[in-house]
Protein backbone atom coordinates (compact mmCIF):
# COMPACT_ATOMS: atom_id res chain seq x y z
CA UNK A 1 0.00 0.00 0.00
CA UNK A 2 2.77 2.30 0.56
CA UNK A 3 4.26 1.87 -3.12
CA UNK A 4 0.90 3.18 -3.83
CA UNK A 5 0.29 6.21 -1.55
CA UNK A 6 4.25 7.65 -2.38
CA UNK A 7 3.01 6.48 -6.58
CA UNK A 8 0.01 8.62 -6.24
CA UNK A 9 2.11 11.40 -4.44
CA UNK A 10 5.14 11.70 -6.55
CA UNK A 11 3.09 10.94 -9.88
CA UNK A 12 0.53 13.83 -9.06
CA UNK A 13 2.72 16.33 -7.98
CA UNK A 14 5.44 15.82 -11.40
CA UNK A 15 1.79 16.18 -13.24
CA UNK A 16 0.79 19.62 -11.38
CA UNK A 17 4.08 20.84 -12.03
CA UNK A 18 4.75 19.83 -15.57
CA UNK A 19 1.38 21.28 -16.66
CA UNK A 20 1.81 24.63 -14.61
CA UNK A 21 5.34 25.17 -16.40
CA UNK A 22 3.61 24.61 -19.68
CA UNK A 23 0.83 26.85 -19.06
CA UNK A 24 3.19 29.25 -17.81
CA UNK A 25 6.28 28.96 -19.59
CA UNK A 26 5.39 27.54 -23.25
CA UNK A 27 8.32 28.56 -24.49
CA UNK A 28 10.45 26.86 -22.53
CA UNK A 29 9.07 23.72 -23.03
CA UNK A 30 8.52 24.59 -27.08
CA UNK A 31 12.16 24.55 -26.59
CA UNK A 32 12.54 21.46 -24.62
CA UNK A 33 10.66 19.27 -26.59
CA UNK A 34 12.79 20.08 -29.77
CA UNK A 35 15.62 18.86 -27.65
CA UNK A 36 13.80 15.78 -26.66
CA UNK A 37 12.57 14.91 -29.95
CA UNK A 38 14.74 15.26 -32.87
CA UNK A 39 13.88 14.38 -36.04
CA UNK A 40 15.67 10.93 -35.61
CA UNK A 41 14.21 8.79 -33.12
CA UNK A 42 16.78 8.79 -29.89
CA UNK A 43 18.15 5.57 -28.81
CA UNK A 44 17.54 6.57 -25.51
CA UNK A 45 13.67 6.16 -26.19
CA UNK A 46 13.58 2.58 -26.23
CA UNK A 47 15.27 2.08 -23.08
CA UNK A 48 13.41 4.45 -20.84
CA UNK A 49 10.29 2.72 -22.91
CA UNK A 50 11.19 -0.69 -21.74
CA UNK A 51 12.01 0.74 -18.34
CA UNK A 52 8.24 2.20 -17.99
CA UNK A 53 7.05 -0.80 -19.88
CA UNK A 54 8.49 -2.87 -16.72
CA UNK A 55 7.39 -0.07 -14.02
CA UNK A 56 3.44 -0.30 -15.27
CA UNK A 57 3.95 -4.35 -15.37
CA UNK A 58 5.39 -3.82 -11.29
CA UNK A 59 2.54 -1.60 -10.97
CA UNK A 60 0.34 -4.04 -11.49
CA UNK A 61 2.14 -7.08 -9.56
CA UNK A 62 1.81 -4.67 -6.42
CA UNK A 63 -1.89 -4.02 -7.33
CA UNK A 64 -2.35 -7.97 -7.14
CA UNK A 65 -0.85 -8.06 -3.74
CA UNK A 66 -3.04 -4.78 -2.46
CA UNK A 67 -6.49 -4.59 -4.58
CA UNK A 68 -8.49 -2.10 -3.51
CA UNK A 69 -10.61 0.37 -5.63
CA UNK A 70 -8.10 3.28 -5.04
CA UNK A 71 -5.28 0.87 -6.32
CA UNK A 72 -6.88 0.23 -8.97
CA UNK A 73 -7.31 3.73 -10.74
CA UNK A 74 -3.79 4.63 -9.28
CA UNK A 75 -3.10 1.33 -11.80
CA UNK A 76 -5.13 2.36 -14.73
CA UNK A 77 -3.75 5.24 -14.83
CA UNK A 78 -0.15 4.42 -14.95
CA UNK A 79 -1.26 1.88 -17.50
CA UNK A 80 -2.20 4.68 -19.53
CA UNK A 81 1.63 5.20 -20.27
CA UNK A 82 1.57 2.47 -22.40
CA UNK A 83 -0.11 4.23 -25.22
CA UNK A 84 3.18 6.95 -25.33
CA UNK A 85 5.51 4.27 -25.41
CA UNK A 86 3.94 2.51 -28.22
CA UNK A 87 3.26 5.93 -30.05
CA UNK A 88 7.13 7.01 -29.26
CA UNK A 89 8.16 3.20 -30.31
CA UNK A 90 6.52 2.81 -33.61
CA UNK A 91 5.10 5.96 -34.63
CA UNK A 92 7.77 8.40 -33.44
CA UNK A 93 7.59 11.00 -36.39
CA UNK A 94 4.07 11.57 -35.86
CA UNK A 95 4.24 11.89 -32.46
CA UNK A 96 6.75 14.25 -32.94
CA UNK A 97 4.09 16.57 -35.19
CA UNK A 98 1.83 15.98 -32.96
CA UNK A 99 3.34 17.47 -30.01
CA UNK A 100 5.21 19.88 -31.98
CA UNK A 101 1.80 21.18 -33.38
CA UNK A 102 0.57 21.17 -29.61
CA UNK A 103 3.32 23.37 -28.88
CA UNK A 104 3.48 25.77 -31.36
CA UNK A 105 0.15 26.22 -33.37
CA UNK A 106 -2.79 24.71 -31.17
CA UNK A 107 -2.96 26.69 -27.77
CA UNK A 108 -6.48 25.32 -27.46
CA UNK A 109 -6.02 21.97 -27.68
CA UNK A 110 -3.02 21.72 -25.69
CA UNK A 111 -4.96 24.59 -23.03
CA UNK A 112 -7.50 21.54 -22.63
CA UNK A 113 -5.37 19.05 -22.46
CA UNK A 114 -3.24 20.63 -19.74
CA UNK A 115 -6.46 21.26 -17.55
CA UNK A 116 -7.40 17.44 -17.75
CA UNK A 117 -3.42 16.82 -16.39
CA UNK A 118 -4.13 19.38 -14.05
CA UNK A 119 -7.02 17.76 -12.64
CA UNK A 120 -5.87 14.47 -12.87
CA UNK A 121 -3.00 14.89 -10.90
CA UNK A 122 -4.72 16.85 -8.40
CA UNK A 123 -6.55 13.60 -8.48
CA UNK A 124 -3.75 11.34 -7.67
CA UNK A 125 -2.36 13.37 -5.11
CA UNK A 126 -5.69 13.13 -3.08
CA UNK A 127 -5.87 9.23 -3.34
CA UNK A 128 -2.58 9.54 -2.44
CA UNK A 129 -3.53 11.28 1.18
CA UNK A 130 -6.33 8.97 1.59
CA UNK A 131 -4.44 5.67 0.57
Not at 70 to 75: D, E
Amino acid sequence: MTYFKYLSIILGSLMMLSCLWTLFRPKSYEWMALRLLPEKQPWWILVVGLAVLGWVGWTWVEFAAFRSPLTLIVSIIVSLTIFKVILLFFMYAQYRNMVIALLTTDRPALTVILVSYLVLGAGLIAIGLVL
